[in-house]
């Protein structure tokens, strides 16, 4: 999953905790964080790199973040990181659809 040698607990475990260190703003451990999840190879280090970018106002963190999902998407290989994808854009449809219901049910209900 992560690196040779690395059970899917323990995967799971640094990325969660790469997730929290993300959360710094000290440029330099962001780097740290980007130079980690670039090198692993689940679709997950690319969830936690795209909301460093979002929460990012740095531009050279945003740049590293582009280079570092193309190396976990070149790690995970085209077919894993289409199924992923396709995931995500499942999950947006589905939130999508919970939002409409609760704007109609709020809109309902102002009537």
């Known amino acids: 999953m ?3 040698g ?3 607990a323990n995967v799971e475990r640094i990325l969660d905790r790469l997730a929290e260190i993300a959360k710094e703003s000290f440029f330099l451990t962001q780097v740290a964080v980007l130079t980690a999840l670039g090198q692993m190879t689940t679709p997950k280090a690319i969830a936690i790199l795209q909301s460093l970018a979002d929460q990012s106002s740095d531009g050279r963190v ?3 973040v582009v280079e570092e999902i193309a ?3 070149e790690n995970i290989g ?3 990181t289409l199924r992923q994808l396709r995931d995500e854009i499942d999950q ?3 939130q999508n659809q919970e939002l ?12």
């Open 78 to 80: 085209p077919e894993k």
């Open 100 to 111: 409409k219901s609760r704007l109609e049910n709020l809109e309902a209900k102002s009537k």
């Open 71 to 73: 190396n976990v998407e």
């Open 6 to 8: 690395q059970t899917t």
């Open 92 to 94: 947006l449809k589905q």
């Open 62 to 64: 945003r740049r590293y």
């Open 2 to 4: 992560g690196s040779i």
